[in-house]
T-cell receptor, first 114, second 115 residues
Framework: DTGVSQDPRHKITKRGQNVTFRCDPI?????LYWYRQTLGQGPEFLTY????????KSRLLSDRFSAERPKGSFSTLEIQRTEQGDSAMYLC????????????FGPGTRLTVT | DQQVKQNSPSLSVQEGRISILNCDYT??????FLWYKKYPAEGPTFLIS?????DKNEDGRFTVFLNKSAKHLSLHIVPSQPGDSAVYFC??????????????FGKGTKLSVKP
């Protein structure tokens, strides 16, 4: 399967702990996006990369959140000092540079902060 | 403030009939619109899109209509099939400044197609 993959699929952590999620995009895609989705809402944009460069960050991405894409392939999203409000589905998507609207999403990582 | 609104949380349709899902937006800078479909435990899947220079785009059973003056778009599915049962998200983007990819999503409409 050559789709977008995310790991882990589920993560339960205690408040105050750090967590890191991984996303592997479709290999030919040079753009990679992170979104957050809470219950009853649509996905909310967090940040995106073009190759290894992080080009845009949402106001939602507080200083406890950091994303990297060091070699322009996979990406990691780290949340430090997790809070209960961080509980959500974290979605990763990828696209071709010239077709940024048509994003291919992974299955998501569901984070539960207790 | 919701810039993309899907005011119907759910819709139930009989198999073979038409499904019409609606979406309104408030930001006149949006110039590209998309529909995504989401099954449980999966990420959203791109379905169909339309540029603001068009008022209709068709792909098989799926047609999206755009009414710029009303800031309204709709997705028509004809005929509806039970496999179409999913949550449908409307999304919008703007090319201003070269930004492509900061999609603004609505809250979604859950479509149920009954056999």
């Amino acid at each position: 399967d050559t789709g977008v993959s995310q790991d882990p699929r589920h993560k339960i952590t205690k408040r105050g702990q750090n967590v890191t999620f991984r996303c592997d995009p479709i290999s030919e895609h040079n753009r990679l996006y992170w979104y957050r989705q809470t219950l009853g809402q649509g996905p909310e944009f967090l940040t995106y990369f073009q190759n290894e460069a992080q080009l845009e960050k949402s106001r939602l991405l507080s200083d406890r959140f950091s994303a990297e894409r060091p070699k322009g392939s996979f990406s990691t999203l780290e949340i430090q000092r997790t809070e209960q409000g961080d509980s959500a589905m974290y979605l990763c998507a990828s696209s071709f540079q010239g077709r940024g609207h048509e994003q291919y999403f992974g299955p998501g990582t569901r984070l539960t902060v207790t | 403030d919701q810039q993309v609104k899907q005011n119907s949380p759910s819709l139930s349709v009989q198999e073979g009939r038409i499904s019409i899902l609606n979406c309104d937006y408030t930001n006149s800078m949006f110039d590209y619109f998309l529909w995504y479909k989401k099954y449980p435990a999966e990420g959203p899947t791109f379905l169909i899109s339309i540029s603001s220079i068009k008022d209709k785009n068709e792909d098989g059973r799926f047609t999206v209509f755009l009414n710029k003056s009303a800031k309204h778009l709709s997705l028509h599915i004809v005929p509806s099939q039970p496999g179409d049962s999913a949550v449908y998200f409307c999304a919008a983007d703007m090319n201003y400044g070269g930004s492509q990819g900061n999609l603004i999503f609505g809250k979604g409409t859950k479509l149920s197609v009954k056999p």
